[in-house]
């Protein structure tokens, strides 16, 4: 089994700066994509993709994030984080980490998640 556990969310003005942080811990053979997802406390708005990396790092950005955010990962650690600058009420939401791992050399690759952190930017 595989777990996620994702750390560094809280209450923040609008304009400053939160870093998340993630660790995959677990029998794991390998990991292929980390990233975060974020669900808006908005009714009727879908959890979205925020950022992802793979293990080899090349990134991803939701158009509503880049230039702010910052992913990375430390793959000896089975870890990755999230640097959110100038964050806006917007970015709002309890954000869910994920980790794309294989347990089994011949098995497939499973997503696991975190049990989310809220982030809350005040205006």
């Known amino acids: 089994q595989v777990q996620v556990v994702e750390s560094g969310g809280g209450l923040v003005q609008a304009g400053g700066s939160l870093r998340l942080s993630c660790v995959a811990s677990?029998?794991?053979?390998?990991?292929?994509?980390m990233g975060w997802f974020r669900q808006s406390p908005s009714p009727g708005k879908e959890r979205e993709l925020v950022a992802h990396i793979i293990s080899g790092g090349s990134t991803n950005y939701a158009d509503s994030v880049k230039g702010r955010f910052t992913i990375s990962r430390d793959n000896a650690r089975n870890t990755v984080f999230l640097q959110m600058n100038s964050l806006k009420p917007e970015d709002t939401g309890v954000y869910y980490c994920i980790c794309d791992a294989r347990t089994v050399s011949t098995g497939p690759t499973y997503r696991y998640w975190g049990q989310g952190t809220q982030v809350t930017v005040s205006s």
């Open positions: 677990g029998m794991i053979l390998s990991i292929g994509n």
